[in-house]
């Protein structure tokens, strides 16, 4: 999470303040993609690590209730 919020912190100042969101697709830009693309990656990138999370939590919590425990291994 910190390293998108570099990211997009890098891209909005970088090397002057954006002024247009077509400033932002122009800087996201890799080589021959275009930035909407990059930006969607990193979002459905971070975006899947976070449902994973999200699932794996719920999942362990769950469990932790039918072993009527709390503590997370064992």
């Known amino acids: 999470m910190i390293q998108a919020i570099a990211y997009y912190g890098k ?33 459905l990138f971070h ?6 999370a999200l699932a794996t939590y719920r999942t362990e919590v769950a469990s932790r209730r039918e072993r009527k425990s709390l503590i997370a291994m064992g």
Not at 24 to 40: D, F, K, N
Not at 47 to 52: M, N, Q
């Open 47 to 52: 975006g899947g690590w976070a449902v994973f």
């Open 11 to 43: 891209l909005a100042i970088h090397p002057t303040a954006l002024t247009t969101l077509a400033d932002l697709w122009e800087r996201a830009a890799i080589g021959p993609l275009p930035g909407t693309i990059v930006v969607g990656a990193g979002v």
